[in-house]
Structures are given as structure tokens and as C-alpha cells.
């Protein structure tokens, strides 16, 4: 099984940034699309970015478009989540998904995902 590990969270500003990483490990078994999620408390877990398998395209929710920007190194297995003029309602738990699928215009992670990583930003 392929596991992946986040890290980068914190506690910044508003306005301030974070760069997120993901690293899998394990066996893989094919290529995938990856990407991040969040959840803020009481909120569902919502699409955050997506990136496709060798990193030809990329994908993002409305909410940080232009703000955030994911990337891959898929020698490392590695997915980057860059977070730039971060806004309170930005704070949640930021999850890694491993293989992550577009099912009738919503994105499904149909593996694994991370144990997440905390991003606070305080006004």
C-alpha cells in the first residue's frame, strides 16, 4: 500500500505562506493523479488541487485559485502544495490524496490518503 506523509502546516498571518509536501512511499502500482484536501471542524472534506500523474496538468478549486499552486517531483513521489496570501477561512487540516479520480465534476480519492497536516492563519 502506498503511504503518504504531509508536512509544512503551521500557524501564519494573514497574507503570510506555507509550502505543503507530500511523500509517498511503498509499493505504487500505477500512476496517479494526486492531490490535497482540507476540512475545517463542522466542514466536509473539500477538493483543494489536483495534479495529474507526470504532472501535465493541474487542477484547483475556486476558492485559491491564483493563490495556490501544486506541483509533483515524480522521481521523490513528492507532491508540493505552495500557499501563497493565506486567508483565515484557509485554516483546516490538509490532507495528501493518493490517486485521486474526476467523477461527473467532482474529485474522488479512490487510495490513500495522509494523515494531514494543520495549517492555522489568524487575522
Known amino acids: 500500500q502506498v503511504q503518504l506523509v504531509e508536512s509544512g502546516g503551521g500557524l501564519v498571518q494573514a497574507g503570510g505562506s506555507l509550502r505543503l509536501s507530500c511523500v509517498a512511499s511503498g509499493r505504487t502500482f500505477s500512476p496517479a493523479t494526486m492531490g490535497w484536501f482540507r476540512q475545517a471542524p463542522g466542514k466536509e472534506r473539500e477538493f483543494v488541487a489536483a495534479?495529474?500523474?507526470?504532472?501535465?496538468?493541474?487542477y484547483y478549486a475556486d476558492s485559491v485559485k491564483g493563490r495556490f499552486t501544486i506541483s509533483r517531483v515524480s522521481a521523490r513521489n513528492t507532491v508540493y502544495l505552495q500557499m501563497n496570501s493565506l486567508k483565515p477561512e484557509d485554516t483546516a487540516v490538509y490532507y495528501c490524496?493518493?490517486?485521486?479520480?474526476?467523477?461527473?465534476?467532482?474529485?474522488?480519492?479512490?487510495?490513500?490518503w495522509g494523515q494531514g497536516t494543520q495549517v492555522a492563519v489568524s487575522s
Open positions: 490524496a493518493g490517486r485521486l479520480d474526476l467523477r461527473d465534476g467532482r474529485w474522488t480519492n479512490s487510495a490513500s
Open positions: 495534479i495529474t500523474a507526470f504532472g501535465a496538468s493541474t
